[in-house]
Structure formats: C-alpha cells, structure tokens
C-alpha cells in the first residue's frame, strides 16, 4: 500500500514562500513510474490541480500559479516537492499529494498552508 506524507505547510505572510514536501512509501513499483501532482482545497471551494509531473518530467502547472510555484521531484528520494514563491492570501488551503499509477491513485493526508499578515 502506497503511503503519502505531506509537510512543510504554514503559516506564512503575503510575498512570502514555503516549499512543500510528499514522501512516498510503500511503492512496490518504482516511485519513478508514478505520476504525481499536487492538489489544493481551500474552505468552502473544490478541490483543485495545482501541479503535476509525469513519469517522464512533464510539468503542468495550474494558470493561478503559474510563474510563482514549481513542482519537481527526486525519485531517489521518493518525493516531489512543491516551491511556492509570492503566496497570496488566495493560495491559502489544505494541500494534498496525489500519486497515480496504472489506474490506482493514493492521496496524503494534506498539510495546511495559510497566507495571512
């Protein structure tokens, strides 16, 4: 069974930034098959793809953070990080980790990001 464990969420001001991590284990097939992305979902809102990378480093970014946050991932590590740079009160959400894989996908249990001054 594939776990996912997010951290590095916060509090942060407004301009400031955080790097997210996700942690994989239990990955009885390579990590670096999975496609991972990070998803976000603030109070009372959908749940929406913030960013993804694929098996073979293809990035998709979400246009309300392009320019600002990039994903990457290390899969000797087993984990994709999540830099966020220029946070505004918007990006204010729960933060999950979604790894997918022949059709089976695994989320994390979030971890809580709040832009506030």
């Known amino acids: 069974q594939v776990q996912l464990v997010e951290s590095g969420g916060g509090l942060v001001q407004p301009g400031g930034s955080l790097r997210l991590s996700c942690a994989a284990s239990?990955?009885?097939?390579?990590?670096?098959?999975?496609?991972m992305t990070w998803y976000r979902q603030a109070p009372g809102k959908q749940c929406e793809l913030v960013a993804g990378?694929?098996?073979?480093?293809?990035?998709n970014i979400a246009d309300s953070v392009k320019g600002r946050f990039a994903i990457s991932r290390d899969n000797a590590k087993k984990t994709v990080y999540l830099q966020m740079n220029s946070l505004k009160p918007e990006d204010t959400a729960v933060y999950y980790c979604?790894?997918?894989?022949?059709?089976?996908?695994?989320w994390g249990q979030g971890t809580q990001v709040t832009v506030s001054s």
């Open positions: 979604n790894a997918v894989l022949l059709h089976k996908d695994y």
């Open positions: 239990g990955t009885a097939i390579s990590f670096s098959l999975y496609g």
């Open positions: 990378v694929t098996a073979t480093l293809t990035t």
